[in-house]
């Protein structure tokens, strides 16, 4: 059984920083690129990161580039998302997912579509 468990995010004010996480298990995870999406109350889910299956590559949205960065230990079968500057607008229900695809990251794995696993998402607060 494929589960994708990300860590708890939780209530935090504008500027400040968090890093969250997401282990995988029933999965090899060292042929899966993971990426990180968040979905805002009414709006729909939004591609944030990407890392390549071996982590030797990355890509994020133009929005978060700046502030978020995504990065994974395949020892542990874990990826994370390092978010700094953290904005009231980066509310929102976090997701983890998982593609199997052995290319580099790349702004063609933005689409929610293609994912073949997703966590259950955890809740980010950002108070101004």
């Known amino acids: 059984q494929v589960q994708l468990a990300e860590s708890e995010g939780g209530l935090v004010q504008a500027g400040a920083s968090l890093r969250l996480s997401c282990a995988a298990s029933?999965?090899?995870?060292?042929?899966?690129?993971m990426a990180w999406f968040r979905q805002a109350p009414g709006k729909e889910r939004e591609f944030l990161c990407v890392i390549s299956y071996s982590g030797t590559s990355t890509y994020c949205s133009d929005s978060v580039k700046d502030r978020f960065t995504i990065s994974r230990d395949n020892a542990r079968n874990t990826v994370f998302l390092q978010m700094n500057s953290l904005k009231p607008e980066d509310t929102g229900v976090y997701y983890c997912?998982?593609?199997?695809?052995?290319?580099?990251?790349?702004?063609?794995?933005?689409?929610?579509?293609?994912?073949?696993?997703w966590g259950q998402g955890t809740q980010v607060i950002v108070s101004s």
């Open positions: 997912a998982a593609d199997r695809s052995l290319t580099q990251a790349s702004g063609a794995m933005s689409s929610v579509g293609r994912y073949d696993y």
């Open positions: 029933g999965i090899i995870f060292g042929i899966y690129a």
